[in-house]
């Protein structure tokens, strides 16, 4: 998974 | 980013846009669960902090800034300007037991320990159950009208095109997001009954009453 603030979808 | 997702996108953004355009032109609110809309106010508000610190794309920004007002002009809408209309008698799903359970496993269940991800877990698990409120309201005056089982369509259309993003990015980045799954995959399940309805009667001309 990416971790930390990195989600890109809304 | 893929056809899913940009359809998702504008599915979701579509769903937002038909119930505000349906609460402004009937200057009524009647039907519709303010709760819920509260609770998916709570979602942008807690998932989207990373505006204000990490820059993503611009449709990212763009995206995002809109979804939060639409959320925020429809709860001031159904509080304030239309407050008279609203059917606050029906709206009686208590919010207590899903923000407990919610608040609890987001402590418990998520990516690290820190404040920007536990919100971000936070609003992932609310929105997988901020529709029940409303789902409970229809299920408890037996019906809705036609206009707002259209905005229920495209917002439980928006869950299942993510769900198609999410396997397409398995296979073409191997990219999952174990929690925006799983729970996608939960918030996916409570429309499926709607999805029924809304294609044997809705479509079928007839309105959303049930027995």
Redesign the interface.
């Known amino acids: 998974?990416?971790?930390?603030?990195?989600?890109?979808?809304? | 980013m893929n056809v899913f997702?940009i359809l998702g996108?504008v599915s979701?953004l579509l769903a937002m846009v038909i119930l505000l355009v349906k609460i402004w032109r009937s200057k009524s609110c009647a039907g519709i669960s303010g709760k819920s809309q509260i609770l998916f106010a709570l979602v942008f508000t807690s998932?989207y902090l990373?505006l204000l610190?990490?820059f993503?794309?611009i449709y990212?920004t763009v995206?995002?800034v809109v979804?939060l007002l639409c959320a925020y002009v429809t709860v001031y809408l159904i509080y304030g300007k239309f407050r008279k209309t609203f059917d606050s008698e029906n709206d009686s799903f208590r919010l207590e037991f899903l923000l407990v359970p919610v608040i609890g496993l987001s402590f418990l269940e998520n990516?690290?320990f820190?404040p920007?991800?536990i919100l971000?877990t936070f609003s992932i698990y609310l929105e997988s159950v901020a529709i029940l409120p409303q789902l409970f309201m229809i299920s408890k005056t037996g019906e809705a009208e036609t206009i707002t089982t259209h905005y229920l369509f495209f917002l439980g259309l928006y869950r299942a095109l993510?769900l198609a993003?999410w396997i397409w990015r398995y296979h073409t980045e191997n990219?999952?997001?174990?929690?925006?799954v799983v729970s996608g995959v939960v918030q996916t399940i409570f429309y499926c009954d709607f999805f029924y309805l809304y294609i044997t009667k809705v479509l079928k001309g007839k309105k959303l009453s049930l027995p």
Do not use: C, P, V
């Open positions: 998974h990416k971790n930390g603030s990195e989600h890109d979808e809304l | 997702r996108d979701h998932r990373d610190t990490n993503i794309s990212n995206m995002k979804f990516y690290s820190t920007t991800e971000w993510y993003n990219f999952y997001d174990q929690i925006a």
